[in-house]
């Protein structure tokens, strides 16, 4: 096997799709019932917590798909939890949708100045919510294909540039081989010197193979490595 490695760091790629995770963020324990049977029903996987203080925290351990967050809260109101959501490369592109009783036009301002997705006020409409809600996931999944269709194309770029700048100085390199041989065939070589010249072409062969397997996209396969890391295999049978 030849393996050549090359890294995909998707926001939670690695993380198992069975249902769509929601994160609710308020104090108020009858608003988290509430949305909660609301969203079971629909088969959604619903986490919450009454402690904004700890949303950040919770966030990186559920990795939800979507969060719905309050706004008047005790010691960080919903756009400070917002703002530090918005502020790591861990979090900041979960959607945000904004489920709250404040209605101003300030406050709607605010929050999308911030970052967030949508903005619902209470009393809410269950169709609509649950509407603008699947809207929201529906565009992070869309945004993600194309975030990995483009690291996509930009490795299969990779390798055609690779294969272009690599296959011009093995010519040189193959020619020139080719050329010593054929200057050194009226001399009698050592068997070391013999071996030499037999690793160096094989080496060259190799290098011709890894190169036209690149030419063949249907000859690679993608298995995991390490962690987020992603390693291309090729089968080295010709």
């Known amino acids: 096997m030849i393996r050549v490695k090359y890294e995909f760091n998707l926001y939670f790629e ?8 929601i994160f609710i963020i308020d104090d108020n324990k009858m608003n988290i019932n509430l949305i909660n049977s609301i969203l079971g029903k ?15 925290k919770k966030t990186l351990e559920i990795k939800p798909d979507l969060i719905l967050l ?7 109101d919903g756009f400070q939890v917002c703002e530090q ?10 959607p945000i949708i904004f489920l709250t009783s404040r209605n101003d036009e300030e406050g709607i301002k605010r929050a999308f100045e911030l970052g ?21 996931l529906d565009l992070k999944n869309t945004h993600q294909k194309l975030i ?3 690291r996509q194309s930009a490795i299969l770029a990779m390798a055609v540039t690779a294969n272009h700048e690599i296959n011009q100085p093995l010519t040189v390199l193959s020619g020139n081989l080719f050329l010593l ?20 072409e094989k080496a060259i062969m190799k290098i011709k193979m ?28 010709p």
Do not use: C, W
Not at 181 to 200: D, G, I, Q, T, V
Not at 220 to 235: A, G, L, P, R, S
């Open 70 to 76: 309050d706004i008047m809260m005790p010691e960080m």
């Open 42 to 56: 629909e088969g959604y996987e619903v986490f919450s917590t009454l402690d904004s203080t700890t949303a950040f």
């Open 148 to 150: 990995k269709l483009e």
């Open 181 to 200: 041989k054929e200057s050194l065939s009226s001399k009698a070589l050592s068997p070391k010197e013999m071996e030499y010249m037999e690793r160096m």
């Open 116 to 136: 967030a997705a949508d903005y619902v006020t209470r009393p809410f409409n269950r169709t609509e919510l649950l509407a603008r809600i699947r809207t929201h």
């Open 210 to 237: 890894i190169l036209e397997k690149f030419r063949n996209p249907s000859s690679i396969k993608i298995q995991k490595y390490i962690e987020d890391t992603k390693m291309v295999v090729f089968d080295d049978r």
């Open 85 to 94: 959501l918005k502020a790591s490369d861990q979090t900041r592109f979960i």
């Open 14 to 21: 690695g993380k198992k799709m069975s249902a769509d995770r």
